[in-house]
């Protein structure tokens, strides 16, 4: 493909996914294939010789988009939002198009500053601590990690490190696989199963703290077991907070919970992901009271600020201990004074794309009130949703609804929400995930499309009302043939 194809291919490929999204409401939201469908449908082998454009695009048709889950459908109730907007889709264009690596700032000066500048723009809008900007010349600012997982994982890693050195301090004869196995961290039972996975692969112990009647982590619980540990020689050293669990969108009371973890020198980190994108509307920002707490802070714009995946955010007020070895290829005499433009001290990888032009593009092109505006109509939406069912006593709300998330289920057993989910998902209308809660199976439903309206809604709401309806019956049915 050279120059001249490319340019007549990508308008094509434009007007594809132009269309895609226009018509994907009327698309089957969850696909009706099972699990193996792809490989009898494509050769065993890459070809030997070139196939022409043509082919392959005719083979997405045949064998992509059957078995795609239409994520920006407004259908799409499932997980939590994955929002993205053709300011992204051309940003990640252009990124692709530029094909930079970046790493230290010399390897793309554009890349590593845009990145650091477009980090203080969304801690801004956030309104964070000025410790948590790299403007400030002080020891904070931001990076770009791909998920919520990766941000987790960085800053258990931070603090670990940041620990060992401490106790060598005091202790220089002790060593770090001592030390490091006496270490242990603290979360949320109802936390993302991405911070134990942080644990485990940061090879230490944690221990997952119970909840109030709200889903929420308090100050007395935390206390107390950090207490515990330490008495029986263990150093407590992580904790982290989330808020906007993913269950059910519950939040720790962090303005309790960071005294504590600062008086205990535990390093505190807040896993936002979703839930974090909304405090950039003042009605919402005081759920974040207590970030001058923490040590590190993550959201997802992926999530809810129109941004395509994959692009999370983690802002840090302190980066020591991230700067690690540097070999002789990657050294520049051009090297920036703020280590924050050397992202690859930052995460596991050392090579990164150039994601902060989505940020950019999305930033400017909505603007800050634009951007508060779908975060505000989501949860509008989500509010009407739960009271259509309030409204009907054959159901329950399960949680408090805060965002965009409704978790909610039919009075009755576990067995017949089961058979109401498993109706819903072989329809392949809509699409929505369970969760546990209390020990209960629970139905959750999250505005999640960009193009969701009010009617997608109340046509949700209808479906899962006549299959809730049938299933009734078919129960009160059976119950009077036994009796």
Same mark, same amino acid.
């Given at each position: ?23 994907? @409401? ?9 699990? &193996? ?6 050769? *065993? =082998? %890459?070809? /030997? ?39 992204s889709i051309l940003a990640d264009l252009l990124s692709s198009g530029i094909g930079t690596i970046g790493f230290t700032w010399a390897a793309n000066p554009a890349c590593s500053e845009l990145e650091t500048v477009m980090l ?9 601590? @000025? ?9 904070? &600012? ?6 919520? *997982? =990766? %941000?987790? /994982? ?178 520049s005499t051009s090297l920036s004074p703020h280590l924050s433009s050397d992202s690859q001290h930052w995460g596991i990888p050392m090579a990164r794309r150039f994601r902060s ?127």
């Amino acid at each position: 493909m050279d120059a001249a194809e490319f340019r007549r291919r990508g308008k094509e490929m434009v007007d594809f996914v132009a269309d895609y999204q226009e018509n994907i @409401e009327h698309r089957r939201v969850y696909p009706d294939v099972e699990p &193996g469908y792809l490989r009898s449908m494509i050769p *065993s =082998e %890459a070809p /030997l010789e070139p196939e022409s454009y043509e082919d392959v695009l005719r083979d997405v048709d045949r064998v992509i988009m059957p078995g795609v889950t239409h994520w920006l459908s407004p259908h799409f109730y499932a997980y939590y939002a994955n929002s993205t907007s053709f300011p992204s889709i051309l940003a990640d264009l252009l990124s692709s198009g530029i094909g930079t690596i970046g790493f230290t700032w010399a390897a793309n000066p554009a890349c590593s500053e845009l990145e650091t500048v477009m980090l203080d723009w969304l801690g801004k809008m956030l309104q964070l601590p @000025e410790d948590f900007l790299s403007e400030t010349q002080g020891q904070g &600012g931001g990076v770009i990690q791909g998920t919520a *997982s =990766e %941000a987790t /994982l960085m800053a258990l890693l931070s603090a670990r490190l940041k620990t060992v050195k401490c106790v060598q301090e005091s202790d220089p004869q002790r060593s770090e696989a001592d030390i490091i196995s006496k270490l242990i961290a603290y979360t949320s039972e109802e936390a993302h199963s991405s911070v134990e996975k942080a644990s485990i692969i940061g090879g230490v112990v944690i221990r997952m703290v119970p909840t109030d009647e709200h889903f929420s982590v308090r100050a007395e619980t935390l206390e107390k077991m950090v207490a515990e540990d330490k008495a029986t020689g263990y150093i407590p050293f992580f904790f982290c907070a989330t808020l906007g669990t993913t269950p059910c969108c519950a939040f720790d009371k962090i303005d309790e919970l960071g005294p504590i973890c600062n008086a205990e020198n535990i390093w505190m980190h807040i896993d936002a992901a979703y839930a974090g994108c909304a405090f950039i509307c003042p009605e919402f920002r005081p759920l974040l009271n207590g970030v001058e707490f923490a040590d590190s802070f993550s959201i997802n714009p992926n999530k809810f600020l129109l941004v395509g995946f994959d692009c999370s955010a983690i802002m840090m007020w302190v980066l020591k201990g991230f700067y690690f070895f540097l070999p002789l290829h990657l050294f520049s005499t051009s090297l920036s004074p703020h280590l924050s433009s050397d992202s690859q001290h930052w995460g596991i990888p050392m090579a990164r794309r150039f994601r902060s032009l989505k940020l950019w593009f999305v930033f400017r092109m909505y603007g800050l009130r634009g951007l508060q505006a779908f975060i505000r109509k989501h949860v509008e939406l989500a509010k009407t949703f739960e009271n259509l069912v309030r409204g009907d006593n054959n159901f329950e709300i399960c949680a408090e609804v805060v965002m965009g998330l409704v978790c909610f289920r039919l009075k009755g057993s576990d067995e017949l929400n089961k058979a109401l989910l498993k109706q819903i998902t072989r329809t392949g209308k809509i699409y929505l995930v369970p969760c546990k809660l209390r020990g209960r199976f629970v139905l959750r439903f999250v505005v999640c499309g960009r193009t969701t309206e009010l009617r997608h809604i109340q046509e949700a709401w209808k479906h899962i009302t006549e299959l809730s309806s049938e299933l009734l019956q078919n129960l009160f049915d059976h119950e009077g043939k036994e009796n």
